[in-house]
């Protein structure tokens, strides 16, 4: 495959704070030579792994946006062993629409690795940071949230492969470190091999996400759990050894399995009404959540019921609601 | 003005209940004979006043619609005494779309009263409600929510007119009698003169509103205190006598001033990040908000602050924003 | 209220034949001192009345503006004794566009009567023919048809009037000379008041419509029986004396009543499925059409049925529909 | 080429009646976690050939929806021997949008084989009935009709191939028994390799079509027609051995060549008025269609010829036209 | 008519210097309280008359936006004598989207006065510059270009009145001092009486304008006549006695008549090939354009010619162009 | 790869002129076997070399397409040898919409060669022209100008090689042979190896543009130059040995190097003024533009620098601008 048309103003090789753009050539009518700015950030001193630090690969889920902003302001080249790459708005387009897909292109970054470099905006971001970040890489962490359409309990996120175990006990205690409420063991991620995680993996660096609320909103604190397990991992990498942060009080560490943790719209063209809410533990066959129907007031709603006992991590925002919809989501404990 | 273009499918004065459309007459190029169905219910049985109930006044508010198709459901004639007319998806193409406004023309229908019977469908349903439905109500009850862009501490509210002693004191009781945490007194509500509240007051009813949570989606606990205060109300004016409910837990009194009450986004293209939280008590000058600029990530955010005193009932939840977004707005004791 | 803002490259005054454009000012983006050029011929000759023949008062009915641009080119001003004003794309942009209502402002032209000087482009055009046109005018025949989303059988409409006994048998005659398979009379139209053939009736002169097939499609069937008609109507009226037409075959009388003549989707979101077929005779009660559900195949059909006895005259034609939309509506024989 | 992301809700090797989904992933801004829900139905009983019924592959053709609608409420299990596999609303968003394209992506399915997992919605359909669907089937019937945009004389459509004396003497053989009007040989179908009939060629099943009207209408003539073909094809080929349905009133085989069977929009912006009817015999040189010019009613129209001689079997419906529409296409008889 | 819903958050009684925005109230589905901050700067100081200096009016003029900006940024209190309100963007929307209208509503301000408080956004901000700000003041400049569609030759723009020989000879003597290349005296200006212009007379103002370049962008050239006319205007005046700037080097004033003053396009479709340039001295016949056909490039051009004699003060400046736009304007040498 | 599904109407190899189109397929909702009809010309007579000549590349850049129609009108196939192939609107829908890139892909055709006969609209125009136009061509002439977003002073462009000596010198000569203002020599053109110039020096083909002009208009200054220079290259070459057109004039050759010779927009939503003009000689560190804040008119504007020495041959258009675009380009003497 060909190389990456991007450029970047920055360079990953030097010392100290830098700021910049990944120049994204776009040849539009509105601007016939003009590229799309996606920042970027590199802090690099001494020696110690390189880390990715990145959000806004969905446009809308801004808590972890804005943890990356806060971080970028205060470190220091002088706090840092080793090198961190910030990209707080991955999907840039998307990032400024407030959108989880690009307005380009319709384009879900997380679903578009490993990328192409001739083909639309967002695969052309996947592939930059696939073949030239994540090869610089060591740990790639990508800030997540439930989003406008969904609202989770803050979480972090980690996947374990049957066999590693030296690695999946560092992603487990990670995990631990990171400090949310709950620590999201997955072996099937959402978008499985298109997500960055995935590309991450398979360029041989450790990766962790976050579920870190939703709502299309930020909260303190959401913004409070996040900001601490994000300073926790880069002291216990020991790429800013000194920061100042409260321990880990530790995480519930949960998994997600199949089809049966899931419950989904059952009929269209409805409200939806929850039966129950985030953190509350459900039975098998409890009823999850009543779809009424505005045009037809006087009609019975459809009650749809959860397939498993566990409990609610994961629940759906609008209340307009369409068949398919993913309205709730299950943990249970994770079994190792 | 000329009469309503507007028909029922319902008799306002036949007795039992009825559920029906009021056919809105839209000649389109998909139907060129075609009307907009707008549901309607009218349960009327004995003697005793006539309530408006209605919701969907901004289609992306579910509270409300939630509240009403339930109890549509669950009343029988022979348990009113007097009349209940239902309008649970007021500006009916906005609730399908699950839009503050109409995607048919783009109108608020609670900025466009009294309405134009020859006008865009908003401004003919605005018109139809005031001059066919309020002309006939004692009270008229429009719940509304912080929809998708504002959440609210669950509020019911009403407006006092200067020197109307009785009609006041009225008003206050069922505030009273609703029973939600806040009881929000206006004498300058939004949207002034163009609501549905406004002209339910100058065809002389008693009018009542909520603020009923937000965030364009519905949680259980704002479901439970709209259910119970409207069959409180009900119950109190005597059209649902022996409706099981409750007693109402009483409510906290509180009013919003002028725009001092109000903290607006200083700048444009940036993300909100709250720096308190509903309910919270805040203080003249404290900071309300940092907006942080995701395009430029190390710039450091704009900080903005409360221009009062008071108590934290309204924030905004969307976190991308510009210039006057309204960020929250506060509330202070009553003071009668 | 004001004069148009219209103006006309041709004088109505002069005799012989002009083509030309009405100027209707439209200062956009893209040409911000711009004209809507709307075409329109003018044909004066001798002593005797004057007629409009407008067509594109739907921009996606095609038979009328079909059988009026055959006239224009045919007619010499030798063979006219009066004036003739032909309007053949009466809401041009919807014309162009292909589309019922102006793709500029959404307007329907044909509920926009008597319009306005100074509002939106088909309101514009509404004013003028309502002030300038209509006022010279003893004759206005507005040629329709079912457009994109009904299917007549092909009708010619007049308008009877209580009490008007010499112009209501006028009417009935110009039905009849017409020589349509149903002379369609009507004393509520669609529209009622905002309609082109009510502001003529406002204005004093005669209007005469036609439902001329429709499907958005023009047919070889339709055309001949528009094109005689209207030849028959300008023969009979003294304009084109000497024009060469059938005699005409008569014309079916028949009348369309209340709300029990027509049948609407009563769901949303199906496929319609009709039972019967335009000239079909029904019965009350007999089952008017199927609609199915794609969503949920397995789904019984909703029916539903006529609710009185008539001939099917009009049908809709797009498979998918929603509730309110036409189905078909019936007529009965005409009473007098 | 990788798996398809989509899973069924249905069990295709299970006895018995299922009805279900097929899960398309389709993570949006509305949804992060939804998928698209595409109906499936599958019987299955005995022992007999599996059979793809589909329909909605362009999703503004309601012919075949309607008929295989009707079946799938129709049949039961025991009715059965072998396995039909119902597809009725193949290219879904496309089906609710009533357009010929899908609205997501805007993909023609019929132009999309044998698709792709990781592209657009469309094609990710047009991979999972080419990978998963086909390659199980012994016969794939995919009902189409002129859509909106033309109207076809009812045809059963079969494609011969040079050589296979055997398979075309079935396809034949088929056409005769579904009994259309017309029984449509081709050796070049429209969109070639791309559609779903060349995938089920390629994958070693016997494709049929039809060309069931058209106009993006249903009528009751076109259904008895689709509805008794379809019933007696699944009788001959011993799957529904016992369904009643009329015996085949054969068929007339004719076959369309090459560009000359085909008239063309010769310049834009036009209005189409044909100047003969589908079933006409026509002659090379006769005038097939005038194109008229609103917007320039003065002006002559084009007229445009057929280029050999034929019968009609196919006509355009909207009037608007731009040049490179097709308005025509003739048929000749089938020399074998 | 209604008191306006903006509120200012600047007081123009106040001495000093404001800056601040009108708040226009905007409840839409992002932002339900929101308000829409249209810039406005105050410079009030000892006695003096009172100017508006206004741009944006046209969201695509940026040569009054710049100037304007850059004059807010030079003054400062103590130089003035007297007030001067600034709105630099005066159709907010519009400038912020650099389109003529506004991307809300459509509406062209400089077509919209007097406006309405209850209407479209564009007619608020119009009802609010006629009823407070224009109200206020004696002088009114309202800097407008030709926008993304024409190209002018640098022009100052009086309006005179039959019969008013003081008002007139000031407006001449302001053209004058001004010194563009064009003094264009007007006694039908485009958009006649919906004008900011036409609001300001009628509020008693001497109203000027400006019609400084075009097509969407700023020149140098453009700037520097732009900045220098409207410092010696308010030198002039007396409000900025001792501002820096060059003598006027005087003006040619020209009038602008009646439709054969323009040209326009003849034929829908084309590319537009200018025969004359700016500035160029045209007579009677004199062919002005080639209208070219990309669709049919072998097609003969429709060539059209000038009807008067005059000099060519504006030109189109898109390429493609449909019937009606207009091509070029003349000027001729004022006459009194 | 497969072979195009695009059609012609006229035969390569047939002498003597014809005019027809490239048939592209486009099966859509209005017209399902419908085609995009893309002009085509063709003129061969005796021997000689084969060209193409091209515009509407870019489907705004107007120059090159009113040169072509005009030549394609004047030439006579007894004035040429050898073959000349005309594309004057090459990316047909774009040029129909008068936009950069096409309306119904999106697609840049400039930035989407080789091509895919399987992919969008534009794709499959890049692969006709690769695969079946550039394979029969000895010299490639696509004429482009600075489009909407751009204006250049008149230049023609070449592409040098390194080592390709006697290529080389052809291409120089060529330049001087046109007699443009500027000969610009480039070694890596915009786009880079996905232009139509890229494809056809991959195919063999001595490739030559132009950038004549810009501001999405036609100037008859541009077109002198644009048609003498495409004429003296046809004589040079001998395929258009006698036709009449005045001696270059020579060219000045300038060559464009790396990042330092682009000037781009800093930060988001302003208004660019430029403080230099096309053909100004300009220094490192010299101001080249101010960007305004029109919704902070109080802001000071960001002022941008050259970053080194240079001539100005290209400027930005559009006032408003968005980080990224670019506002200027330096040229500097060819060093060969």
């Not at 400024?96 to 384009?107: E, H, K, W």
């Not at 989904?264 to 959540?289: I, M, R, S």
Request: aromatic share 6%; proline share 8%.
């Amino acid at each position: 495959m060909a190389a990456s048309r991007i450029t970047a103003t920055i360079d990953y090789d030097k010392s100290g704070r830098q700021t910049g753009f990944l120049r994204l050539p776009h040849s539009v009518h509105e601007s016939a030579y003009g590229w799309i700015p996606i920042p970027i950030v590199c802090i690099k001193n001494g020696s110690g792994p390189t880390v990715l630090l990145s959000s806004g690969n969905h446009g809308d889920e801004y808590e972890g946006q804005v943890t990356l902003m806060k971080l970028i302001r205060e470190l220091e080249p002088a706090m840092v062993q080793g090198r961190i790459i910030f990209l707080p708005a991955a999907n840039f387009p998307a990032a400024m629409a407030g959108r989880r897909t690009s307005p380009i292109d319709g384009g879900n970054l997380n679903r578009s690795f490993p990328g192409d470099p001739d083909g639309t905006p967002t695969k052309v971001i996947a592939h930059y940071i696939d073949s030239v970040i994540l090869t610089q890489c060591n740990y790639a962490f990508d800030l997540h949230s439930g989003g406008s359409s969904l609202m989770y309990v803050p979480s972090a996120l980690g996947t374990v492969v049957p066999g590693a175990t030296e690695r999946n006990k560092q992603v487990l205690e990670l995990l631990d470190v990171f400090g949310a409420p709950i620590g999201y063991v997955s072996n099937r991620p959402m978008g499985a091999d298109q997500t960055l995680g995935a590309s991450a993996a398979r360029r041989g660096a450790i990766a962790l996400g976050t579920e870190m609320g939703g709502s299309g909103t930020v909260t303190p604190a959401a913004l409070k759990i996040a900001g601490a397990g994000v300073r926790r991992i880069l002291k216990h990498l020991g790429v800013v050894p000194d920061v100042k942060v409260a321990p880990s009080p530790g995480t519930r560490l949960m998994e997600v399995g199949g089809p049966d943790y899931f419950v989904y719209t059952p009929e269209n063209g409805g409200v939806f009404e929850p039966l129950v809410e985030l953190g509350d533990t459900v039975k098998a066959g409890q009823p999850a959540a009543a779809i009424h129907f505005s045009h037809t007031p006087w009609r019975e709603p459809e009650v749809v019921r959860f397939e498993r006992d566990g409990v609610v991590l994961c629940k759906r925002i609008p209340g307009r609601t369409e068949r398919g919809d993913c309205l709730f989501h299950l943990g249970t404990e994770y079994r190792g």
